[in-house]
């Protein structure tokens, strides 16, 4: 039984097949509650599944979307942290509501799925938490500096969140992929490039990761799982140079 906030595209889909496969009971949180053709896919992989439209930057609608998906499937076996949006700016230039958003979307709905979903697990002293960060939360680049300060926080987050968890039997895993074909990025004239001149991870990848670290005994937890395109270079999107001298 288990929750994935954006768990309507990319990482969040291919994740809710993979536990499909397994024959969970999901609940798929996502800010569009229209995104045909999941739902179906997880039904088919043999999973059970419903989805409730949810922006994770608002607490309160948070809090009760966990409340309602814990009463739809009868408990609260792991939760799958995943919701994000990105950005792509100089620091120089770049249009500080954006930066809001990317931040209250990746880190504090990060920080509001996780306060609303805690106390369920801490009750019945079990449970894990699969925070999806990212590779740039460990490695700088030109390009995406909100992004990067958002994902920087969210591996801070988890690794403080493990030391707390621990203490109520609850695991917590975070894992950071390297570039990744899905929507976010192959929609996006700035990133593209980068995915063209590269193999990229498909969701899928990164969602066998997150069930890995799931199907490990209960008293092992893998705490940080770092997965990454065989080629991928570094320092700078490509096609996103400051202009100026």
Known sequence: MGLITGGLSGI???????????????????????RSGVEGRVRTAGGHV??????????????????????????LDFVVVNAGIAEQSLMATGNPERWAEVVSTNLLGSMNTVRAALPFMRRQRHGH?????????????????????????????????????A???????????GTVATPLTLDNPVVRPLLDAI???????????????????????????????????TNELPGFRDPAP
């Open 12 to 34: 969040g889909a291919a994740t809710a097949v993979e536990f499909g496969k397994l024959g969970a009971r999901l609940v798929l949180l996502d800010i569009s509650g229209d």
């Open 50 to 75: 419903t989805t409730i439209a949810c922006d994770v930057s608002r607490s309160p609608e948070v809090e009760a979307a966990v409340a309602s998906a814990v009463a739809a499937i009868g408990g």
């Open 129 to 165: 938490i699969l925070v999806v960060a990212s590779v740039s939360g460990r490695e700088p680049y030109v390009g995406e500096p909100a992004y990067i300060a958002s994902k920087f926080g969210l591996v801070g987050l988890a690794h403080a969140l493990r030391m707390e968890a």
């Open 167 to 177: 203490n109520y039997g609850v695991r917590v895993t975070v894992v950071e992929p």
């Open 199 to 233: 193999e990229p991870l498909t969701p899928e990848d990164v969602a066998r990761c997150l069930v890995f670290a799931y199907q490990q005994p209960p008293r092992a937890v893998i705490s940080e799982l770092v997965i990454r395109p065989l080629n991928e270079p």
